[in-house]
């Protein structure tokens, strides 16, 4: 067992990241090593793994054993609650640099419990640009044993500012391949065999969308429900009807996630400012709350926001995954379909259309993820992405 065991299909990474961790634990102990450096930056598709690298690098950087996974450095990493490790996981649309600037101050202080003190910054493309700006200075001039390891998306490295990506040393990362997908779900999870290898391929690659499909009955249903979408498309109406009921689920995954999270956050935050206290002078130390509150509102409405459009941009993937096996079964291609289990489906989309159409079709899937990004209203772009698909 090591850290290591949950990099899916990263052999080469995993080498690179190894000899970096064997040469910091020698800069630990006083001498001078070379394939070790201040800063990182692992890059992917989505679902490569790049946070999971990152961590796993992180804990290697901690142990004494090189990453054994099994001791209380190993495990607190892991875990997230390592003093030395810090952890940035954006919630929201961004990065703010408030954020930044408390991270860094705390990244320049000497470790206290661990061997480095480490910084990692998932989703770094989520930087705004202030808070790129606080990033660079510490990444330019870094502390003598500070680590930064950024993870960002291999479509959008431009998302990252570009003196601080000349500053890092690259990690890429590939799509993991569906075998080795299906294997950690069986080992780590205890997935049925015939289930896991269903997953990963419906999953395409994705290892955290792979898990889910397997685990959750919610997931499969809502997957269901996207890939009946193609079939459906028989007039504008129901066109436009499927594109309210694709985005009406994206609304309801976010607000399900909100109202398990915004509540308790709140009345933290209350009591954390003297609400509900008695006595002398308590009256007063509800004062000046109503910034934080505030502030905390506008966090959870980006957060909500970023949530739906999550769950819109897997229901994207899958129909792009759909186009593309109406492809693969035109030109007669050899490759395993990304959903078999819909294949009646897929070869009758195969033989209604021309490949051009299909290829249409695929472009304008893509297409609305752009848009997404972009921040155009999900309504508007799935509803011109369903009258696209109808043709």
Not at 192 to 212: K, L, M, N, S
Not at 220 to 238: F, I, T, Y
């Amino acid at each position: 067992m090591s850290v290591w065991d949950d990099v899916v299909g990263q052999p080469d990474a995993v080498t690179v990241l190894r000899a970096a961790a064997e040469a910091a634990a020698r800069v630990v102990g006083g001498e001078a090593a070379g394939g070790m450096t201040h800063a990182w930056l692992f890059t992917g598709p989505p679902g490569s793994g790049r946070s999971v690298a990152a961590r796993a690098f992180a804990a290697a950087l901690q142990c004494a054993a090189g990453g054994c996974g099994v001791c209380a450095e190993c495990r607190t990493t892991r875990a997230g609650t390592h003093a030395d490790v810090h952890l940035v996981v954006p919630e929201g649309l961004s990065i703010a640099v408030q954020e930044m600037r408390e991270i860094v101050r705390t990244a320049s202080r000497k470790p206290s419990a661990g061997r480095w003190q480490v910084v990692v910054i998932e989703d770094a493309d989520r930087l705004t640009e202030a808070a790129s700006n606080a990033l660079l200075k510490s990444v330019e001039e870094p502390p003598q044993r500070t680590v930064f390891l950024l993870c960002a998306p291999s479509t959008h490295p431009e998302d990252v500012s570009v003196t601080i990506r000349s500053r890092c040393r690259v990690v890429p990362l590939r799509t993991p391949p569906p075998e080795a997908v299906a294997e950690v779900l069986v080992r780590r999870d205890g997935v049925p065999a015939d289930r896991a290898a269903w997953a990963a391929r419906a999953g395409q690659g994705h290892v955290g969308r792979a898990r889910r499909l397997a685990l959750d009955a919610d997931a499969r249903s809502r997957r269901a429900a996207v890939l009946s979408v193609p079939a459906a498309l028989r007039s504008l109406s129901a066109a436009l009807a499927a594109a309210d009921g694709l985005v009406s689920a994206a609304e309801a995954e976010a607000q399900a996630i909100s109202g398990e999270l915004d509540g308790p956050e709140a009345e933290a935050l209350k009591v954390a400012l003297g609400a509900g206290g008695t006595g002398k002078g308590t009256a007063g130390t509800t004062r000046g709350t109503a910034g934080p509150l505030k502030e905390l509102e506008r966090r959870q409405k980006s957060r909500a926001t970023r949530t739906q459009r999550d769950a819109l941009d897997r229901a994207l993937i899958d129909l792009a995954g759909f186009y593309r096996d109406v492809l693969a079964v035109q030109f007669g291609a050899a490759v395993p379909m990304s959903h078999p289990d819909f294949a009646e489906d897929v070869r009758a989309a195969a033989a209604a259309f021309t490949a051009e159409q299909a290829l249409a079709r695929l472009e304008a899937v893509l297409g609305c993820r752009t848009e997404l990004e972009l921040n155009v209203k999900p309504r508007i772009a799935v509803e011109a992405l369903a009258a696209a698909l109808r043709g």
